[in-house]
């Protein structure tokens, strides 16, 4: 049952990935619909599947409340063995910029998230979101330093989208119906069954309408070191730090799941933004995200 849940959580995932792809090449998903189809989940779909979740999460006891201060940590870690790779590497500015970023930032939400979800259920979907709550301040403060640093172009950036603070809107009221002791309808139970993987499929399918599934054979080298990063290195130290912080049950399960997320999509709006290297970071979330399927189907029994 656990192999047949993980087999079509991915399943969803690459296929909506592969979909959008597809639709994006033909002409029908363009740069601007893609763009008012992630305005239109983040704002209307987001928020609903946030404050049900968030409203039955178990937050009595500490543990779900240093998931954000370890997935900060972890992503934080990586660092290091990324700037060891750029130091080793011969690459210009705005490539070590493509591979900082791309250490830092993984797929938490689209992917760590929805496999939580498929493998066990609502309660592990909400820590899931509950870990990436470090993960916008830390995108619009250290992302943007990182790429400025190391991107070409430096083009002026606007000032943050406020359709982010519609996500943040929705866990804020799911926690305080929750600390409220309100308790959550039974018509809603089967609400986020539904709506957790269609938000999934429109994030992603508009995502992949924007790719490039081109793995260029010089990037290879570096896509094998970064995927020792987030394969290999942020298990260890996620594995480190839940035991160091006493976690145990679903909170040390999130920590682990998340802690082994391949390269998320941040780092390409970075690279678009900045200057970095578009098609390093594009093939970093390729081959990292191709990888981690496999890569799932031995690391997850090893954790549970």
């Known amino acids: 049952m656990i192999l047949i849940r993980l087999v079509l959580g991915l399943g969803l995932f690459i296929s909506s990935l592969i979909a959008g792809w597809a639709l994006g090449r033909r002409g029908i998903l363009t740069e601007s619909r893609a763009r008012a189809l992630l305005h239109a989940v983040v704002k209307y ?3 609903v599947v946030l404050t049900l979740s968030f409203w039955r999460l178990q937050i009595r006891a500490p543990g779900p409340w240093l998931l954000p201060l370890i997935g900060a940590l972890v992503s934080a870690s990586t660092l290091l063995p990324a700037w060891a790779c750029t130091r080793a590497a011969p690459l210009t500015g705005p490539q070590k910029g493509s591979v900082l970023t791309s250490a830092f930032f993984s797929n938490l939400g ?5 496999v939580a979800f498929a493998l066990r259920g609502e309660e592990a979907y909400g820590l899931a979101t509950l870990y990436l709550v470090y993960f916008s301040p830390c995108f619009y403060s250290l992302g943007f330093a990182l790429a400025r640093r190391f991107g070409a172009g430096r083009r002026e950036v606007q000032p943050p989208d ?14 305080a119906l929750n600390l409220l002791n309100v308790p959550r309808p039974a018509f809603c139970e089967p609400v986020n069954r539904v709506l957790i993987p ?5 994030h992603v399918a508009a995502i992949g309408s924007q790719l490039s599934l081109r793995l260029p054979r010089r990037w290879l080298r ?28 679903l909170p040390r399960f999130i920590v682990l799941l998340q802690a082994a997320m391949p390269v998320g ?6 690279s678009i933004l900045f200057g970095l290297d578009r098609r390093l970071t594009n093939s ?5 995200t191709l990888l981690a399927v496999p890569w799932l189907l031995v690391y997850l029994p090893w954790i549970r």
């Not at 070191?225 to 160091?244: C, D, E, H, N």
């Not at 999509?265 to 970075?270: A, F, G, H, N, T």
């Open 45 to 47: 779909v987001a928020p």
């Open 110 to 114: 689209f992917f760590g998230a929805f």
């Open 162 to 175: 406020e359709l982010r603070w519609y996500p943040f809107a929705g866990m804020a009221i799911g926690l």
């Open 198 to 202: 269609l938000d999934t499929i429109l």
């Open 222 to 249: 570096v896509s094998l070191a970064m995927s020792a990063i987030k394969f290999w290195w942020s298990p260890l130290v996620g594995w480190g730090l839940a035991s160091a912080f006493g976690l145990e049950g």
């Open 265 to 270: 999509v941040s780092p390409l709006m970075l």
């Open 284 to 288: 970093l979330f390729v081959f990292t």
